[in-house]
Each structure stands twice: as C-alpha cells, then as structure tokens.
C-alpha cells in the first residue's frame, strides 16, 4: 500500500513508520510512506508557503504555488491515477467502510493542511475527496492523516499476523468491542465471566456477540440502527433489555431489525 504525504511537518510520520505494527509494516515493505515538504517549492528567499486570506479574517492560508508543486512530485512518485485525499474538518466522516475503499485503491496520496486552511483553488484542482476525521479541530492534518495511515495499513494482508484480527476489530463488523480479559483471573475483587472461563467456544462467541451489541445499542445506537440486526441479534439484545426490567422491548427492538 502507498501513502505519499504532503506536508509541512514530514518528521512527525516518524511517528507512523518508528513504532509498532506501521513500524514492522513498513520495514517489511508492506507500506510505503513518501513525503513531500511543500517548503522545498517554495522559492522566495524566505521559502514562502503562507499568505493572508483575500477579504480579511484571521491566520493564514497556504499558498497554491508550493502546495500544488508538492502535490504534483507526490503524483509522479506514486502509481499512476492515484487519488488525492485532503485531511480537513470540512471533509466527509472517516469511518471503517471508507478506510476499506482507501485499501482497495492500493495507494493513495494525502494532504496535510496547516494554518486556517487550503487556498480553495487547490482543492478544486488537485483534490479528489476531502475527509475528516471528527466534529473537532485540530492544529493540522498530519495527526488525521496519520489515523488513514494506521488503519488502512491494518488491513494490508500480513500487517496484522493474524488476519482474523482485522476482521475482528471493531467495526469491521460494524459493532463495537465486546470487554475482554487477561491473566489473573481475579484483580481488585474484579473476576472475570465465567462464561470466558468455561471453555466452551460456542457459548463464549455467542456472549461476545451479545456483548457487542449491548455496547453498540447503548453507546452508538447510531451505528446499530444503520447496520441493522438479525434474528439471533435480536433475541440476544432482547434478553439483555428485559434483564433490565426495560419495558415495551418489542417496540424498541423492531426500529432495529433490518437484516
Ligand atoms: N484538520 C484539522 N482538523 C481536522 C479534522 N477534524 N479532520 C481532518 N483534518 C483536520
């Protein structure tokens, strides 16, 4: 998988490249992470990248003359049509169906923008999507473009030794995590299920699955009601609602049905 980087802070993919699996990754030529500093276009004596928004308003934006420049060395470095991607707030929500498709293309060039923005006309004429990674701001696009970096690379076949833990993770099935649990079996007074303990692969599946509905319907109801649940959902999500003493089960449970 290619990532070239376009960025004005290219150390800090160290970060991507220097620690962990994305370490062990790209040693191994499972990734391949490319910068390119839009400093080294600018050619003023002062290696210009900035300048002040047309109409006033605060900060700066960065110029298109660098910026472009880099970009267009990013498209020649990478496999040719390769999509470029600018991280920003404005951008459309980051989820695992997304980080999919960016696997999918097999390489992809992303853009880190700093100060108050990108000159518009950058986007419309160098950039094919803009993404964001949540309803926050932050000081710049190398921390979000480090987030496509990782959990793309997590589904590079061999970047995870065991491929069932890509599948496994959260989202990927469009849930969340069910808890799990380490040696020793008693901390602080705190044991662990029982269920875990029993040996038995059927029943413990089954009450991982419980589980991860449990968390998804009361955490991210949002993410239930568009993937939908299935009859054994139903009835594992149901028996856990009326342990609760909740009332009209039925009736909530239906707004979830789907699959
Ligand atoms: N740049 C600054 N904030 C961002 C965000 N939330 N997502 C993507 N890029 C950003």
Redesign the pocket.
Known sequence: MYFGVVSLFPQMFEAVTNYGVTRRAHERGLIKVNCFNPRDYAYDKFKTVDDKPYGGGPGMLMKVQPLCDAINAARKDAPEGTKVVC???Q?IALDHSLVARFHDWGSIILVA?RYEGIDERVLQKEVDLE????D???S??EL?AMCVIDAVSRLVPGVLGDIRNAEEDSFAKGLLHYPQYTRPEIVNQQSVPKIILSGNHAQIEQWRLQQSLIRTYERRPDLLKSRGINKLEYKLLKEYLQSKNIQDVDKILMTYLGR
């Not at 993404?131 to 949540?134: A, F, L, Y």
């Open positions: 991280m920003s707030p951008g923008g993404v964001s990674i949540g926050y701001v932050l710049g696009g979000p």
